[in-house]
């Protein structure tokens, strides 16, 4: 039975959160964070990885200016998340936070562990580490200018730590979605996305992606922060193309959380 959570719930656990100007923007504020060594630069630089990752990194992180190093706590684990202002892609957002969250305090019941997942724009990739660590087998997918700096939190936080580690792929929305994942091939228990509506004019390729990479049995969980009209109009629409329900709602915050099983004629 699916209960909608109001939160009272403790919030997100997170040191700083980047917040939405109303232009949909990044505030000011979040600029200028220092790394603990003072410095706006992650150690060694963003370019430079770890010899233990440097074999598996396929993506190189794009060399912004400034990184900062954001700390998390999900599922017993400190989750370092290496992000930058430069880039919507390279922050996490508060649906993020909302959804890893909702997986931790869900896991048994979502079944997660081995559980097949794909997550749409996932950006510097802390739910997808989450998912990982949590038992899943996961494949984040974002545009090509945001794989590197993804994958390389990916295996800084999972290596070791997951019992699968998790893969990095481009997907362009609505662009050859049969040529590169073809449904007779790519199967998922779970299709995650948090705060992937928002003021872009990607909106309707995003839904047909949604419907595309769901199958029968495949439940798409998605939150986000409501921040413009046009989000409550593409969740009408949304509520066209699956069965939704309202899983939980962080009021504080306007994030709402929603599973969708896609409607079959």
Not at 112 to 131: F, M, N, R
Request: hydrophobic letters at 40%; one cysteine or more; aromatic letters at 10%.
């Amino acid at each position: 039975m699916d209960v909608c959570l109001h939160s009272g719930q403790k919030q997100p656990r997170r040191l700083r959160e980047a917040t939405c100007a109303p232009d949909g923007g990044l505030e000011p504020a979040a600029e200028g964070a220092l790394q603990e060594d003072g410095t706006g630069i992650p150690p060694g630089g963003s370019n430079k990885i770890e010899p233990s990752l440097r074999s598996l990194q396929k993506f190189v992180p794009t060399d912004y200016a400034s990184y900062t190093q954001e700390h998390y706590v999900f599922a017993g684990t400190e989750i370092v998340i290496q992000e930058s202002i430069e880039s919507y892609g390279a922050v996490v957002w508060p649906g993020a936070t909302a959804l890893c969250q909702y997986l931790e305090e869900h896991t048994e019941e979502l079944n997660l562990q081995d559980a097949k997942i794909l997550e749409l724009g996932a950006g510097p990739g802390l739910v997808s580490t989450v998912a990982s660590i949590l038992g899943a087998q996961v494949t984040a997918t974002d545009l090509p200018d945001v794989l590197g700096n993804l994958q390389y939190n990916l295996l800084k936080n999972t290596l070791k730590r997951a019992a699968h580690l998790p893969e990095v792929r481009e997907l362009v929305w609505g662009g050859s979605l049969e040529q590169h994942f073809p449904r007779s091939t790519f199967y998922y228990d779970y299709v995650l996305a948090s705060d992937v509506v928002y003021h872009h004019y990607f909106l309707d390729k995003l839904l047909a992606t949604m419907a595309y990479l769901c199958q029968p049995g495949t439940v798409l969980l998605w939150a986000n922060k409501f921040r413009f009209s046009t989000d409550y109009e593409f969740l009408d629409k949304f509520k066209q193309v699956f069965d939704t329900t309202l899983l939980a709602e962080f009021p504080e915050s306007s994030v709402k959380i929603f599973k969708g099983i896609l409607k079959w004629d």
